[in-house]
């Protein structure tokens, strides 16, 4: 998911310590941990996290929301 340009080790190791946004295409760190469940194949104790920056919270929200299967947000601590 880090899809950064480089092949040293060092640029790797920090790539895969950043929180990446979930919206397609956006190379953003994530500020937000978008909290949901399908019904249809989960149970219900089960969450699962879509990870957001600033601008995708919404749009990430909403898709979720639309599909009945958006639960909340959480900010992702530093």
Known sequence: ???????????AADAEQIAICSARGCPA???????????????PDREKTWLAC???R???T???????????????SD
């Open 1 to 11: 998911m880090s899809g950064l340009p480089g092949d040293n080790q060092d640029s």
């Open 29 to 43: 760190p994530a500020r937000w941990a978008l909290l949901w469940n399908n019904p249809k194949i989960h149970t």
């Open 58 to 60: 919404d749009s990430l």
């Open 54 to 56: 600033d601008e995708h």
């Open 62 to 76: 909403d898709f979720l929301s639309r599909r009945g299967f958006f639960r909340r947000y959480e900010p992702l």
